[in-house]
């Protein structure tokens, strides 16, 4: 059974860092875009980041020059580091990998900037 187990949320205040990390069960995924989405309260959910196969970011505005997607094929695990955070970071994060079977999706991890 494929999963993918977020880590790493938590409580921070505005102006800190956290490091979220995704590891998925077994290689299904090494040669898939993985990225990140993050919902907020009554709000739709968004696409934070993705990174390629290669390794090549991409990222949503509000966040470039703060946060960094990363992935490690041995491990099967992305990460995503996120520095300068805001009170507007907050909600729950959930990573994905897309494979041509569909879309697999992690179960959240909760991150809470306080003002």
């Known amino acids: 059974q494929v999963q993918l187990v977020e880590s790493g949320g938590g409580l921070v205040q505005a102006g800190g860092s956290l490091r979220l990390s995704c590891a998925a069960s077994?290689?299904?995924?090494?040669?898939?875009?993985m990225g990140w989405y993050r919902q907020a309260p009554a709000k739709h959910r968004e696409l934070v980041a993705h990174?390629?196969?290669?390794?090549?970011?991409n990222y949503v505005d509000s966040v470039k020059g703060r946060f960094t997607i990363s992935r490690d094929n041995v491990k099967n695990t992305i990460y995503l580091q996120m520095n300068s955070l805001k009170p507007e970071d907050t909600g729950v994060y959930y990573c994905?990998?897309?494979?041509?079977?569909?879309?697999?999706w992690g179960q959240g991890t909760q991150v809470t900037v306080s003002s």
């Open positions: 077994g290689s299904i995924f090494s040669n898939s875009v």
């Open positions: 994905y990998g897309a494979v041509s079977g569909g879309v697999y």
């Open positions: 990174i390629t196969s290669g390794g090549w970011p």
